[in-house]
């Protein structure tokens, strides 16, 4: 590693050349916009911040020349981080790139680990990105593929430079992408529909992750082999990690009204529809490379009859591809093949039946290359499709189906009461042992509760109609589109039990050892902190009641959004770490292995941090091969906007996975010692969070120091902000709860409790606070967790607190809300600071310079949107005229959510 003063070097080469790039391409965006001189200089860093805008289009103007300039910065940042990057491995080596291929491998090396033990845990990882939408995603994707355009004409710029014709074209082509951007419009005038949220997460899964996917696999081959590990070795065992992808949008039911079986059909059809079209492009990219003629090379005679085959089931078409092809047979293959997937696509005969014939004839093509001794091309050409064909198939990613617990309930009682069981209609209130025993006995009887064609209520249909649209699926195109069948608020045993009811009911289960066993994985969701601490014993119970079957695997959600909303950051972080610890030990010790889904979102407040950190926090033994996260739509584009960018997310994501499962046996976790004192930490900062929640009006205060008004009533996702519109804490998600305060600037639920948890901890036992203190560094999960309360602290502002909070009119509250807010924000930035040593602007340089060029012009906008939330409640909260155009205020209100997000980087 370099030395701190080569670091320090680096970092101060990193960032003249960030802001030299911004200065450059802030002042080539104000030539390109067309507004006078006047609008010009109000965006950000060209002067001095000026004074508020006085009308709502004035108002409105700047927020999106704000929210430009700042999308104009990440832009920015992602390009000068991916430079510096390929400097510091040219210059200090590429295993100083922390989280990557090369620093991890050295890293298993130094642990002790063998090549054969590498491959070996190699091979059982697999990595599931579960793609969500959104509920306060406040962009339109239409504006992402714009970002996507300049983020490549500033790529082009760069390569540029040597050519002044060049440099000028390239100039005016991105000042036309500034222009087109400016009219396109940022955020969405009316609320986006499940299509549109489904059409920005398939833009990712078509036109970015493939490459990526390639990349990925190449990637390691390149740090293996120059660890001095065998690539032969690698190949011959084929211990590439695997990646899959999944997704939640047409899916996800849960609290979600519009999500009908309908919608999931459609979802379904759509998917396979982009999956084969992506198939096919790269069919033909590779065909097209394939030159390889005769006589030049012997052709196999198995593909010479594969030929003869392809083009006699085409016909006509096959025929003339044959004989524009007669000398390239490798490319006369491919394009057969491309034809067949042309047929998959519009649905007529002689089309692929599925993905596994499309890869019988891959593999045909790569081993005849083989053979003919064009391994190379084989390799570059046709590895490429086999992988793609196996990570996506013809499905694209696995649909996961979600609903939560009550719903489930309500829809057994409908079943019930068709099927004239006693008592049927109450089945939400019996007793948990009754639930059991009656299920069991359902679970173990060879014939249904419904009749053929028995008409359900709609608490019912709701549930039955959607599962049978994935059987419907399953029956059509076989079960590779299909992925969980996940419980929200699951809270005992039976919940679980129901699933595999309603899969038998809805005839996507098989009896098997004595009972009826849905087909599909069945998983619980874990997300309130009393859910937590019985996950493990909810686990046991049900893989003793389901004993039998062929599972060898157990998934498991655990949220961090709702039971950080419950409990607060520190009491949910160190819940669900208990709860993993807990569930793989009863799981283990019946011969299950877990795999674990986080449902991480896209603040702290919610689960976020960075990727390779997290993963190093996690309890030995919960990361044995499998796991899912989510990737919700708001982290997308800033992850995986562009291919490089991509990579680097994907490469510490899988990279660190595999890190963590071939390391598992030499991890140590948090000391056993500990886990009282941390019991305590987790109960006091719990009971502190949980003080302010419940204190009188506090959510008087929380609906008027926050903008969480114009959030609910404002168009960000396809959601609705409440679960059942009741105007409570435990009805709003967590999701809105955790953008109003990120929104003005309290980011309360990513710090809040943790310094009275720690002064608790000091004065009641100053010997085991010590102890602890000394062995922060030893403890990954310690150190994950400071360092992200650290980022929302200093991400806080204490001056914009005060101005939200003057948005409450009720004096006393206001005083006695915000006197304890900065009470315990002073007590947990000096607790923390001491637990993790020295200044931040030295430990964490990158994130005080972003923060540093986003302030100045961030008051600007908070202080506006404080003026315009006050001019639109004193309206009444108007959305439009009475004209029907929307209302000049609350757009202007909307915008400046946009900007703010957009200077954060961050919404919910």
């Not at 011959?236 to 849960?254: C, E, K």
């Not at 009741?726 to 809040?752: E, N």
């Not at 001019?871 to 209100?893: I, S, T, Y």
Request: glycine content about 8%.
């Amino acid at each position: 590693m370099p030395s701190d003063e080569l670091n320090e070097a680096y970092f101060d080469r990193g960032f003249q050349a960030l802001e030299d790039e911004l200065r450059e391409v802030t002042s080539t965006l104000a030539s390109s916009l067309p507004l006078d001189a006047e609008s010009i200089a109000r965006l950000p860093w060209l002067k001095e911040s000026s004074d508020l805008e006085e009308t709502p289009g004035e108002a409105a103007e700047s927020a999106q020349l704000a929210s430009l300039a700042f999308e104009i910065l990440n832009i920015v940042e992602e390009r000068v981080a991916w430079r510096f990057r390929a400097i510091r491995r040219a210059e200090y080596g590429p295993e100083t790139i922390r989280g990557l291929w090369p620093g991890v491998i050295a890293r298993m090396k130094e642990g002790g680990l063998s090549e054969d033990e590498a491959i070996a845990a190699f091979c059982k990882v697999e990595v599931e990105p579960v793609l969500t939408a959104h509920p306060t995603e406040a962009k339109r994707p239409l504006v992402r593929e714009k970002h996507l355009a300049i983020y490549n004409r500033l790529s082009e710029w760069e390569d540029a430079r040597m050519d002044p014709l060049r440099e000028k074209r390239v100039r005016d082509s991105l000042r036309a992408e500034f222009e087109s951007l400016w009219h396109t419009g940022e955020i969405f005038v009316e609320r986006p529909t499940i299509s549109d949220e489904r059409r920005n997460a398939l833009y990712y899964l078509r036109e970015v992750f493939p490459e990526v996917v390639i990349r990925l696999n190449r990637s390691l081959e390149v740090a293996w082999e120059a660890a001095g590990w065998s690539l032969e070795k690698l190949r011959a065992a084929q211990a590439y990690p695997r990646i899959r992808f999944a997704s939640w949008i047409g899916g996800d039911r849960d609290g979600h009204p519009f999500v009908t079986p309908e919608v999931t059909k459609n979802t379904f059809a759509e998917m396979r529809y982009q999956a084969l079209r992506l198939q096919r492009r790269w069919t033909r990219k590779s065909a097209e490379a394939l030159t390889e003629s005769r006589p030049f090379v012997k052709v196999p005679v198995e593909l010479e009859e594969g030929i003869t085959r392809l083009t006699n089931e085409l016909g006509e078409v096959g025929v003339s591809i044959s004989k524009r092809n007669e000398a390239e047979r490798w490319r006369c293959w491919l394009y057969l093949c491309r034809e067949k997937l042309e047929r998959s696509i519009n649905g007529v005969a002689g089309g692929y039946d599925n993905s596994e014939d499309y890869g019988e004839d891959l593999e045909l093509a790569r081993w005849t290359l083989c053979e003919a001794g064009a391994k190379l091309a084989a390799k570059e050409w046709i590895e490429p499709l086999i992988l793609l064909n196996d990570v996506f198939g013809f499905h694209l990613a696995h649909l996961d189906i979600r609903n939560n617990s009550a719903t489930h309930d309500a829809a057994i009682a409908a079943i019930l009461t068709t099927a004239g069981i006693a008592e049927g209609e109450s089945f939400a209130d019996w007793p948990e042992e009754k639930r059991v025993q009656f299920l069991m006995e359902e679970l173990k009887s060879h014939r249904p509760l419904l009749a053929v064609n028995a008409t359900l209520p709609a608490e019912g249909e709701n549930v039955l109609g959607y599962l049978r649209v994935v059987a419907e699926q399953e029956q059509k195109a076989g079960s590779d589109s299909l992925g969980q069948l996940i419980i929200s608020m699951t809270r005992q045993v039976s919940d679980l039990l129901a699933m595999h009811l309603f899969a038998r009911e809805a005839g996507l289960a098989d009896y098997i050892d004595g009972m009826w066993r849905s087909r599909l994985p069945v998983s619980p969701l874990f997300e309130t902190g009393d859910d937590l601490a019985a996950a493990s014993g909810i686990l046991g119970e049900y893989r003793d009641l389901m004993a039998g079957g062929t599972d060898t695997i157990q998934p498991a959600m655990v949220g961090y959004s709702d039971s950080n909303k419950d409990a607060g950051v520190f009491a949910s972080q160190w819940g669900i770490h208990r709860a993993q610890k807990e569930m793989a030990e009863s799981l283990a010790s019946r011969n299950f292995e877990p795999q674990f889904f986080h449902g991480r979102g896209g603040t702290i407040g919610r689960g976020a941090g960075p990727t390779q950190w997290f993963l190093r926090a996690l309890p030995p033994g919960c990361l044995t091969g499998p796991v899912r996260l989510t990737e919700q739509g708001e982290v997308l584009p800033r992850k995986y906007s562009h291919e490089g960018n991509a990579h680097y997310h994907l490469e510490l994501l899988m990279a660190g996975v595999s890190e963590a499962v071939a390391m598992q046996d030499k991890r140590t976790g948090v000391p056993e010692e500990f886990h009282p004192t941390l019991d305590s930490l987790s109960a006091a900062s719990s009971e502190a969070y949980r003080a302010l929640l419940t204190s009188e009006d506090f959510l008087t205060f929380h609906r008027s120091a926050t903008p969480i008004d114009a959030l609910e009533t404002g168009v960000f996702g396809s959601r609705p902000a409440r679960r059942t519109g009741k105007p409570s804490l435990k009805d709003l998600r967590a999701i809105p709860w955790v953008f109003s305060w990120t929104q003005s600037r309290f980011y309360l639920p990513g710090w809040y409790g943790v310094g009275s948890g720690l002064e608790a901890l000091q004065e009641s036992d100053p010997e085991t606070y010590a102890k602890l203190k000394e062995s922060f560094s030893d403890i990954a999960f310690l150190r994950y967790v400071f360092t992200n309360v650290e980022t929302s602290l200093m991400s806080a502002n204490l001056e914009l607190m005060a101005a939200y909070g003057g948005l409450c009119e009720d004096e006393g509250l206001r005083e006695r809300v915000l006197t304890t807010v900065r009470d315990e924000f002073q007590r947990t930035r000096d607790q923390v600071g001491a637990f993790l040593g020295g200044d931040f602007a030295t430990r964490r340089p990158r994130m005080n310079k972003t923060l540093a060029l986003r302030e100045e012009p961030l008051k600007k906008l908070h202080l506006q949107q404080i003026q315009l939330l006050k001019d639109w409640r004193a309206a009444d909260r108007p959305m439009e005229e009475e004209n029907g155009k929307a209302n000049e205020v609350f757009l202007a209100l909307q915008l400046t959510v946009n900007a703010i997000s957009s200077g954060l980087k961050e919404t919910g």
